[in-house]
């Protein structure tokens, strides 16, 4: 079955810091990966997805097909990315369709 | 456009009555989807729906009940609320296909006495 896990409850940096936040997957074939972001009081949205391999605010994210792993990694944070993150598989797994599985979330604070 | 509406935004139930949270979304998105949201837990898939009168579970379906009898309508049925379901939902919906990006609704935060 297929797995996403974000090993970080909590990320707390200082503006100007870099940022990465951690996403490993599991399943066997090749995933479609991505980054949603939930800012306050705001519904999730999209931050980027790793066919796309553009950076969206700044943030970047890789997949390693050998860790396993699509980290998303920001140089110098900024306040305003202050916001749960959750990472997400699409694999078909799910009944055949491409409903995506999501991790447990990261909650990143930017201090100023 | 409107986007993914759900109603209501907040729900107080007691234990054991039942209650249908709305879901509907206007971009003639064939997947639709059920998640809750609890600390510590992230997003976790009740639910969902890959078109009009196709409903399949999820990774926690039990107490739940759903629909789908037109595109645009995924309603959310509580069977006999109970204090474990106090969390905040979320409807998805999305074109299908490997890299379509769901979209979300504002959520329904359910507690439940």
């Known amino acids: 079955a297929q797995r996403v896990t974000q090993p970080e409850k909590l990320l707390s940096v200082f503006k100007g810091a870099p940022v990465e936040l951690k996403c490993n997957y599991s399943y066997s074939g090749s995933p479609e990966l991505f980054w949603y972001v939930q800012y306050s009081r705001q519904r999730l949205q999209l931050l980027l997805r790793?066919?796309s391999r553009e950076s969206i605010k700044g943030f970047t994210a890789d997949l390693n097909k050998g860790e396993t792993s699509f980290h998303l990694k920001k140089p110098f944070a900024q306040e305003e990315d202050s916001a749960m993150y959750y990472c997400?598989?699409?694999?078909?797994?799910?009944?055949?369709?491409?409903?995506?599985?999501f991790g447990r979330g990261t909650s990143l604070i930017v201090h100023p | 456009n409107a986007g993914v509406t759900q109603t209501p935004k907040f729900q107080v139930l007691k234990t054991g009555q039942s209650m249908t949270l709305q879901c509907a979304q206007d971009m003639n998105h064939e997947y639709m989807s059920w998640y809750r949201q609890d600390p510590g837990m992230g997003l976790r898939l009740i639910h969902y729906s890959v078109g009009a009168g196709i409903t399949d579970q999820g990774e926690v379906p039990n107490g739940y009940n759903v629909s789908r009898s037109t595109t645009e309508d995924f309603p959310l049925r509580l069977l006999s609320a109970a204090p474990s379901q106090t969390s905040v939902y979320f409807c998805?919906?999305?074109?299908?296909?490997?890299?379509?990006?769901?979209?979300f609704g504002q959520g329904t935060r359910l507690t439940v006495v």
């Open positions: 998805a919906s999305s074109y299908s296909g490997r890299w379509t990006e769901a979209f």
């Open positions: 790793h066919i």
């Open positions: 997400a598989l699409k694999s078909g797994e799910t009944g055949g369709s491409y409903i995506p599985t």
